[in-house]
């Protein structure tokens, strides 16, 4: 017996492969071993508009959308051509508030900012015509008058979070060339590798890119909750209330962020391979 446990094989030494450790597994060169190490679920309830929801902390997300200089910064793309952008600045103070608090329990912050290809290849003809219907002015990729910026462009000023909401480096960005955050992006990989079943929105336009991103979530099978006083547009009233009656309606829940603070409260991020 003894000599049959001397020539036993010792276990091989596993190295962990992946980029999230919500999901890696592990492998050497004899051996892969593909149990993913399980997070055990955080509840937390959430009052939203018309019932109390509970939501897994552990599997949940915020996406924050537009939150940029060419559309929240009185001197960017839409100040430019006469927009003013006040009401798209009033969720700062809110989203100042809550990300930190999601981010001490271990929420992901992704950032869904709309950022062109330099060339502008993977935009159609029937993409540009709506910011530029008449083809003359300025609209997507060209160059704001006085500084230069050319609208949208990715990793340019213009389509830089604003100041007052800076991104931290355990942050997730994502650029996005449609209303939705989705389309031709990788927004959908990331969330699925990080184990997310749950998104919280915030950002602007709420009846544009908020709630296009948010639809299409919908139908990928994501539990969705619009953080109304983190969303703004520059719409109608009409429009804004529109967006909250197809949200409760159709797609998701509504909710404040007051509401998501207190679920949140008392809450500790778990670590793999540690305790609560």
Same mark, same amino acid.
């Given at each position: 017996? %003894?000599?049959?446990?001397?020539?036993?094989?010792?276990?091989?030494?596993?190295?962990?492969?992946?980029?999230?450790?919500?999901?890696?597994?592990?492998?050497?060169?004899?051996?892969?071993?593909?149990?993913?190490?399980?997070?055990?679920?955080?509840?937390?309830?959430?009052?939203?508009?018309?019932?109390?929801?509970?939501?897994?902390?552990?599997?949940?997300?915020?996406?924050?959308?537009?939150?940029?200089?060419?559309?929240?910064?009185?001197?960017?793309?839409?100040?430019?051509?006469?927009?003013?952008?006040?009401?798209?600045?009033?969720?700062?103070?809110?989203?100042?508030?809550?990300?930190?608090?999601?981010?001490?329990?271990?929420?992901?912050?992704?950032?869904?900012?709309?950022?062109?290809?330099?060339?502008?290849?993977?935009?159609?003809?029937?993409?540009?015509?709506?910011?530029?219907?008449?083809?003359?002015?300025?609209?997507?990729?060209?160059?704001?008058?006085?500084?230069?910026?050319?609208?949208?462009?990715?990793?340019?000023?213009?389509?830089?979070?604003?100041?007052?909401?800076?991104?931290?480096?355990? +942050?997730?960005?994502?650029?996005?060339?449609?209303?939705?955050?989705?389309?031709?992006?990788?927004?959908?990989?990331?969330?699925?590798?990080?184990?997310?079943?749950?998104?919280?929105?915030?950002?602007?336009?709420?009846?544009?890119?908020?709630?296009?991103?948010?639809?299409?979530?919908?139908?990928?099978?994501? +539990?969705?909750?619009?953080?109304?006083?983190?969303?703004? %547009?520059?719409?109608?009233?009409?429009?804004?209330?529109?967006?909250?009656?197809?949200?409760?309606?159709?797609?998701?829940?509504? %909710?404040?962020?007051?509401?998501?603070?207190?679920?949140?409260?008392?809450?500790?991020?778990?670590?793999? /391979? /540690? %305790?609560?």
């Amino acid at each position: 017996m %003894t000599d049959m446990l001397a020539c036993e094989t010792p276990d091989p030494v596993l190295i962990p492969l992946g980029s999230s450790a919500r999901n890696s597994w592990s492998v050497s060169s004899s051996h892969a071993n593909l149990v993913r190490s399980s997070v055990p679920p955080r509840a937390a309830s959430v009052q939203a508009q018309d019932k109390i929801v509970t939501i897994d902390l552990a599997r949940t997300a915020i996406i924050v959308v537009d939150m940029q200089n060419d559309f929240c910064h009185p001197r960017g793309w839409l100040g430019h051509i006469g927009v003013d952008v006040t009401p798209l600045r009033l969720p700062i103070p809110s989203l100042r508030r809550i990300l930190p608090a999601l981010r001490a329990v271990d929420v992901p912050v992704v950032w869904l900012n709309w950022g062109n290809r330099p060339d502008l290849l993977n935009l159609s003809p029937a993409l540009l015509h709506v910011y530029k219907p008449t083809g003359e002015g300025v609209g997507l990729g060209d160059p704001l008058p006085g500084s230069g910026a050319r609208v949208l462009e990715r990793e340019s000023w213009s389509a830089a979070i604003v100041d007052e909401l800076s991104p931290e480096p355990s +942050d997730i960005l994502v650029s996005k060339y449609r209303m939705s955050g989705f389309q031709d992006t990788e927004l959908d990989s990331i969330l699925r590798n990080l184990g997310i079943t749950t998104l919280l929105f915030a950002g602007v336009n709420a009846d544009q890119c908020v709630l296009c991103t948010l639809q299409d979530a919908n139908f990928r099978g994501y +539990d969705c909750l619009l953080v109304s006083d983190c969303t703004a %547009t520059t719409s109608p009233d009409y429009c804004m209330e529109a967006t909250l009656y197809n949200v409760q309606q159709c797609f998701g829940f509504v %909710t404040q962020s007051s509401a998501v603070l207190a679920a949140v409260e008392g809450n500790k991020p778990y670590e793999l /391979g /540690g %305790t609560r």
